[in-house]
C-alpha cells in the first residue's frame, strides 16, 4: 500500500488556532470543498465514511481539506440502493467518535451515506 505524504495541520488544530477569528462562508467552502467532492466520490462507490470531523480532515495548503481515516467506512451492499433510506452499513464492530456522531450511531441504527452528511 502507498499513501501520499500531507503536511500540514488538522482542521481541528487550525480551529483552534483561529478561535475568536471568523471565517467568512466562502472561505469555509472554499477549504471544504475537497472533502465534499471526496465524500461524493465514495459515497458513488458504495463506501460511508463514518467518522467525519475536524480532526480527519487535514489543510493541505492552497488544495484546501484533505479527508483522512475510513478506519471505519463500511461498504455498502451492491443490492442496497444509495438515497433510498434502505442501505445497511451496520457492521459488528461500532467505532465513531461521540462529539460528532450522527443519531442514527448514537441509537445503533442503520448508518450510510446520510451519517457522513
Not at 459488528?92 to 457522513?116: C, H, I, K, M, N
Amino acid at each position: 500500500m502507498a499513501l501520499e505524504w500531507i503536511d500540514g495541520p488538522t482542521l481541528s488544530e487550525v480551529l483552534c488556532e483561529r478561535r475568536g477569528r471568523p471565517t467568512t462562508p466562502g472561505e469555509a467552502l472554499a477549504t471544504l470543498r475537497p472533502v465534499f467532492q471526496a465524500l461524493a466520490f465514495a459515497h458513488e462507490r458504495r463506501v460511508a465514511h463514518r467518522d467525519v470531523k475536524p480532526a480527519n480532515m487535514m489543510i493541505a495548503g492552497a488544495a484546501g481539506a484533505r479527508l483522512l481515516d475510513f478506519g471505519v467506512a463500511k461498504l455498502m451492499n451492491p443490492e442496497d440502493v444509495v438515497g433510498s433510506g434502505e442501505t445497511s452499513t451496520r457492521a459488528l464492530v461500532t467505532g465513531f467518535s461521540p462529539r460528532y456522531a450522527s443519531p442514527e450511531q448514537q441509537a445503533d441504527r442503520r448508518t450510510g451515506p446520510w451519517t457522513d452528511v
